[in-house]
């Protein structure tokens, strides 16, 4: 039975639309009006049309923030991917892990991508839950009251190599340089962090879990679903991702269907500062992305060859008597 981690108002949570300007050597958003409550921004975020992709100006219903975590777990690298219900689109879809930017945030969105990963992304081992620092900075801990976290062996955020292209809040140049685009369906301004996230050696029986905010009458429920855990491991070869999908749990990889698989925007095409797409299938991606569906070429896979012409080595064939 899932175990509920966390109540809230989500009254509480205010944000600020934007003005945002781009042209094809970097964008700049500054907030205006005044602050919007969840039911405000969703009325708002409605469909909007840009004639020129990369040099523009317009109002936006409000700035979201999207991490690609990189972890690093075993000598390997992986992904992580979250499933999500969106109810404000009636939709289900793997995204990255990303949230809303409040108010006195918009300066710091990066301060509120770290956030959502210590509220999305959970580490657990026998002996309890995973703090994290980044850099000398510990992450929150949102569910301590429900949850025993360890401190002593926390896993470390750090940045990786951001946009080429800058971004700024009003004339402040944004750290870390995080993507940008401009999600047309929604009206929103939407910045991608490049982050890594290394577990520490000494984590045994390692099991990922994700925990996301639903609207639940006049609360946003935080729960933990042992049976569906909801966060996702893409492999990464060489720094490219694989086509292929796992679950982590006790140190064990399992394989995760990807049949009729929807991903969120972020991974569909952008055209210049510009996404269009509300979604894309698991498999249209693949084919952009130039994968093989089948994942033969993977490291996992690789192993598994090695491994049964070994065991073809070590037993020998049986003699066909004349």
């Not at 991608?192 to 879990?209: G, M, T």
Request: aromatic share 8%; with cysteine; hydrophobic share 40%.
């Amino acid at each position: 039975m899932p175990r509920t981690l966390i109540r809230k108002n989500p009254s509480n949570f205010k944000t600020l639309p934007l003005f945002v300007e781009a042209t094809p050597e970097g964008l700049s958003y500054q907030s205006v009006g005044r602050p919007l409550n969840f039911s405000q921004i969703l009325q708002r975020r409605r469909p909007v049309t840009v004639a020129n992709t990369e040099r523009f100006a317009l109002e936006l219903a409000n700035l979201g923030v999207s991490v690609r975590l990189t972890l690093h777990w075993q000598n390997r690298d992986y992904w992580v991917l979250v499933r999500q219900r969106r109810q404000d689109r009636g939709d289900v879809v793997l995204k990255l892990i990303s949230g809303y930017v409040p108010a006195h945030e918009l300066n710091l969105p990066l301060h509120t991508a770290i956030q959502e990963i210590a509220e999305e992304c959970l580490l657990e081992t026998p002996e309890g839950w995973l703090g994290g620092r980044f850099n000398d900075t510990w992450l929150p801990a949102p569910y301590s009251s429900a949850l025993h976290y360890r401190e002593a062996m926390p896993f470390r955020l750090s940045p990786l190599s951001g946009s080429a292209r800058p971004v700024r809040c009003a004339n402040l140049q944004l750290i870390e340089r995080p993507r940008a685009y401009v999600h047309l369906p929604t009206a929103s301004l939407q910045l991608i962090y490049d982050l890594r996230l290394d577990v520490p050696k000494e984590a045994k029986s390692l099991s990922l879990f994700h925990v996301d905010e639903r609207l639940e009458g006049d609360q946003l429920v935080a729960r933990l679903d042992r049976k569906r855990p909801d966060l996702y491991l893409m492999p990464l070869q060489d720094g490219h991702p694989l086509a292929e999908l796992y679950t982590l749990k006790k140190d064990q990889l399992y394989p995760a269907s990807t049949r009729g698989l929807y991903l969120a925007e972020s991974f569909a095409r952008q055209e210049g500062w510009l996404v269009k797409d509300e979604r894309i299938r698991w498999k249209d991606w693949v084919r952009q992305q130039g994968l093989n569906p089948s994942g033969k070429d993977s490291g996992l896979a690789l192993l598994r060859g090695k491994a049964k012409l070994l065991l073809k080595k070590m037993v020998p064939r049986k003699k066909v008597s004349s």
